[in-house]
């Protein structure tokens, strides 16, 4: 049997090593935030309102904070691992926002592998310049090799 997912799928488990990483870039625009935001549904006046936003700590409106870490699970399900892994936790710390226009560069290093379980330790950062806007570690599931067909 042909397996017509093959070209699909990312690392198995056997292909990864720590220090391994990946990035993904996104410069974030006014559509992103209101796309978001409706599919979210958080509608916080300091994403959308500027004239609200003007009289918060940010005195702009910025991203919101999930908004920016979505792009780790871009890095997790294209990258690294990429296709077929499974996210099963994060923490994360928010260390600074992120402004319409900016451009955040997440980057994902294995730090652990486990392999009585397939699971992978991951560290995420995400940055603009040289600013880290959010910081966490990830916990995924990587499938391993299959078994060759005879």
Do not use: W
């Amino acid at each position: 049997m042909i397996n017509i997912h093959a070209e699909q799928h990312g690392y198995y488990f056997e292909d990864l090593e720590v220090n391994m990483s990946a990035v993904y870039a996104k410069t974030v625009t006014e559509a992103d935030i209101v796309l978001f935001s409706g599919v979210s549904g958080d509608t916080n006046p300091v994403h959308l309102d500027a004239e609200f936003a003007a009289q918060t700590r940010f005195g702009e409106r910025i991203a919101h904070g999930m908004l920016t870490a979505s792009f780790i699970s871009a890095v997790f399900g294209t990258r690294l691992p990429g296709p077929g892994c499974i996210y099963l936790s994060q923490n994360l710390s928010f260390r600074a926002p992120v402004h319409i226009g900016d451009t955040v560069v997440t980057r994902a290093t294995v730090t652990a592998l486990k392999p009585r379980r397939q699971h992978v330790s991951m560290e995420t950062v995400c940055s603009v310049g040289d600013t880290v806007v959010l910081e966490g570690e990830a916990l995924l599931y990587v499938p391993p090799r299959p078994e060759a067909a005879d």
